[in-house]
């Protein structure tokens, strides 16, 4: 495997973890006034590729938030306990925009990584071709 493979195969699988980031982001965002939703967060890990020697990001798993949601009084709401109180998602609209802009950015990342290396080796077959 040539050099250019690996890096844009290391900054094509940061980019598609973040994707998957991203997703859980918008899901959150969405569910944000879902009564009871649990919050979802990803975790990433380094998978080390024998077969084409080269260290990939991959999401190792999506779980939930166990935060409680922030508890209001109606007990006229059809889920409300016997106590009269609701339990709202437990997602916080900061929390998602500033993850979503670090998954955000962390994407742009990747990219650049890659054309910059596109950039490299187009270079490279200039000088050879000469």
Do not use: W
């Not at 080269?54 to 508890?71: C, I, M, N, Y």
């Amino acid at each position: 495997m040539n050099p250019f493979d690996k890096i844009s195969g290391a900054a094509t699988s940061g980019m598609r973890a973040q994707a998957q980031r991203l997703q859980v982001v918008s899901e959150n965002i969405a569910n944000v006034d879902t009564h009871g939703y649990k919050r979802k967060q990803v975790t990433f890990e380094n998978v080390y590729d024998r077969s084409e020697d080269v260290t990939r990001v991959e999401v190792d798993r999506v779980f939930l938030d166990q935060k409680e949601g922030e508890r209001v009084f109606d007990p006229s709401h059809p889920l409300a306990n016997s106590e009269g109180y609701v339990i709202m998602s437990n997602v916080n609209m900061m929390t998602e925009f500033a993850d979503a802009r670090e998954a955000t950015r962390s994407y742009d990342a990747g990219l650049e990584v890659f054309r910059q290396a596109r950039e490299m080796y187009t270079s490279l077959l200039d000088i050879l071709k000469s």
